[in-house]
């Protein structure tokens, strides 16, 4: 059978290429970037090689990339980090954003701290005049998603990062769904962190970044051998960093947006035909996304009919819990049976319109099966 994978904003495939270069840079470069001979020198360099590559993607200094284990600890690093070195106790973040910001914002609730959640719009737009409102002296950070999981809408990142350094706020954006997806570049849009992954963009799972401008204040939340000058201890991966640069700068230099945004769209006329509707617009959805509510179908059904036949699909970000996917399809204004019926296709080069025409007569099949 074959596979039409189109859960890309949970996992991508990863090219033969990347993997090739994963495999033997762990074959060469075996070495601990820490050690003092040739072979752990040999190795230090291929772990700056990969930083400097990763950092020019958006226009950053090599140095002020620390390579981590993943979204999920950057954005821990980002919102933990700063909010502790700054010594302010308010943060600021939006309704929808990824559990491991949400999370790592109530951890510090917990402590103390005062988090703001700032809602946002039918579309999936921050509200920028209330965010704009709370910002204040006791501000530590700001931290607004820049393309969301679900439903692929996109912030005016740059926008927002004006305003927190016109009011001299630290300004932390999780790109995990948009680096290599969408241009980025964190000098014009005032970013000051941002948080990327390998595996969203055809790289290795267990491996991601952190962007930290140089001179923001962060303190690191883990301690050991004090590698990556502090800010991330921990025996450096240079195989999944290498394979993480590789991957990325291929998705950059093949510039499909275009082709993949004519499959999509194709795929969103088909499935308004039928029934579905889409949740996102042409002018604030990122290109790859298409969330779409089936009223009065089971969602996770469907998922798993579509599965049946080779389809590959989601109900919304593999890392949220029910109560998390919850949380921000409630705060984009699905009622629970709207929630419960919606899907999430993620497009990728791969699709084409057979593979599309194959998948809507498949919905179409599951939907007349459970009317
Ligand atoms: C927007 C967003 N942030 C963070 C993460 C977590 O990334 P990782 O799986 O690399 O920890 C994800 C993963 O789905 C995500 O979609």
Redesign the pocket.
Same mark, same amino acid.
């Given at each position: 059978m074959k596979i039409i994978y189109l859960d890309n904003?949970?996992s991508t495939k990863i090219p033969d290429k990347v993997a090739k270069n994963v495999y033997e840079k762990m074959i060469k470069f075996y070495g601990n970037p820490s050690s003092a001979h040739s072979i752990g020198e040999a190795a230090k360099k291929e772990f700056e090689k990969a930083k400097a590559s990763l950092a020019s993607l958006i226009n950053a200094k090599p140095w002020e990339i620390i390579i981590t284990?993943?979204?999920?600890?950057?954005?821990n690093l980002a919102i933990i980090g700063a909010a502790r070195a700054s010594g302010r106790k308010k943060i600021i973040i939006s309704s929808i954003?990824?559990?491991?910001?949400y999370e790592a914002a109530m951890h510090l609730k917990d402590e103390g701290y005062e988090v703001k959640i700032i809602p946002v719009d039918k579309n999936g737009l921050v509200n920028i005049n209330a965010l704009e409102n709370e910002i204040d002296r006791n501000t530590a950070i700001v931290s607004i998603?820049h393309?969301?999981?679900e439903t692929g809408a996109i912030q005016d990142i740059e926008r927002i990062g004006g305003i927190c350094l016109k009011k001299g706020a630290i300004f932390h954006t999780?790109a995990?769904?948009s680096y290599g997806r969408i241009k980025i570049d964190v000098k014009k849009m005032n970013i000051s962190l941002l948080?990327a992954? @390998?595996?969203?963009v055809g790289g290795p799972? @267990?491996v991601?970044f952190i962007f930290i401008k140089e001179g923001t204040p962060v303190e690191p939340i883990m301690y050991g051998g004090k590698q990556q000058k502090g800010m991330r201890s921990g025996t450096e991966n240079v195989p999944g960093a290498a394979g993480f640069a590789m991957a990325a700068s291929l998705k950059y230099m093949n510039k499909n947006e275009r082709t993949i945004k004519e499959i999509r769209d194709y795929f969103i006329n088909k499935v308004e035909k039928i029934g579905g509707k889409w949740n996102g617009s042409d002018k604030n959805t990122v290109y790859s996304h298409a969330h779409v509510t089936f009223n009065g179908i089971d969602g996770d059904s469907l998922v798993a009919y579509l599965s049946s036949k080779g389809i590959m699909c989601s109900r919304g970000?593999?890392?949220e819990t029910n109560k998390e996917e919850k949380r921000i399809l409630k705060s984009l204004g699905l009622n629970e049976i709207e929630s419960k019926g919606s899907v999430r296709f993620v497009f990728s080069e791969e699709i084409n319109r057979k593979d599309v025409d194959y998948v809507i007569r498949n919905i179409s099949k599951f939907i007349r099966m459970h009317s």
């Open positions: 904003a949970a284990s993943g979204g999920t600890e950057s954005n954003e990824h559990s491991s910001v998603i393309v969301n999981g999780d995990v769904q948080s992954g @390998g595996h969203k799972n @267990g991601g970000s593999a890392c």
